[in-house]
T-cell receptor
Framework: DTGVSQDPRHKITKRGQNVTFRCDPI?????LYWYRQTLGQGPEFLTY????????KSRLLSDRFSAERPKGSFSTLEIQRTEQGDSAMYLC??????????????FGPGTRLTVL | QKEVEQNSGPLSVPEGAIASLNCTYS??????FFWYRQYSGKSPELIMS????GDKEDGRFTAQLNKASQYVSLLIRDSQPSDSATYLC????????FGAGTTVTVRA
């Protein structure tokens, strides 16, 4: 059983560049979530997918951010024209509905983004 | 997003003692509650989920939920140095709302 994987694990970029992150969920999970975490804070919800449909986006997700899950499997998160304030850990989680209760989400290792 | 507050840390406990972590949440309609552990530089790792009022035990960990008081706690018994981490309380409708975390240090 492989867990959630993310690639790359670390990304250093210059301000104004575009970056793209990939997340591969646990294979049987139909829900996929993106969160962002800055130092000293808990993760903040960005967006989530059920299969290939993007069902909600946080207001934190400005128009420079876009996420896709084209075939309901892996997902990508792209940030255009990066800013220094985008520096954070980007976490992906996946879940599959268990009977009677809200999904339990399992996190990948994260992608740490540093914008210079 | 829902507000989730955790007791401020850091919390330092001697090895073998009980560490007590507290969390309150704003939405009375919340139904699912989770505790995650996060080591420095790593991603959150699920410790416990709890859905009903009362206690739920798993090894050295006990989660307690009181929906009337909008309060959830985590007890770590017989604390070990490997328990030193940040503990995140999360509340879920379908997207997790996290507290800022409480950092626990277990002194050998």
């Amino acid at each position: 059983d492989t867990g959630v994987s993310q690639d790359p694990r670390h990304k250093i970029t210059k301000r104004g560049q575009n970056v793209t992150f990939r997340c591969d969920p646990i294979s049987e999970h139909n829900r996929l979530y993106w969160y962002r975490q800055t130092l000293g804070q808990g993760p903040e919800f960005l967006t989530y997918f059920q299969n290939e449909a993007q069902l909600e986006k946080s207001r934190l997700l400005s128009d420079r951010f876009s996420a896709e899950r084209p075939k309901g499997s892996f997902s990508t998160l792209e940030i255009q024209r990066t800013e220094q304030g985008d520096s954070a850990m980007y976490l992906c989680a996946s879940s599959g509905r268990t009977s009677g209760h809200t999904d339990t989400q399992y996190f990948g290792p994260g992608t740490r983004l540093t914008v210079l | 997003q829902k507000e989730v507050e955790q007791n401020s840390g850091p919390l330092s406990v001697p090895e073998g003692a009980i560490a007590s972590l507290n969390c309150t949440y704003s939405d009375r309609g919340s139904q699912s509650f989770f505790w995650y552990r996060q080591y420095s530089g790593k991603s959150p790792e699920l410790i416990m989920s709890i859905y009903s009022n009362g206690d739920k035990e798993d090894g050295r960990f006990t989660a307690q939920l009181n929906k009337a008081s909008q309060y959830v706690s985590l007890l770590i018994r017989d604390s070990q140095p490997s328990d030193s981490a940040t503990y995140l309380c999360a509340v879920d409708d379908y997207k997790l709302s996290f507290g800022a975390g409480t950092t626990v240090t277990v002194r050998a």
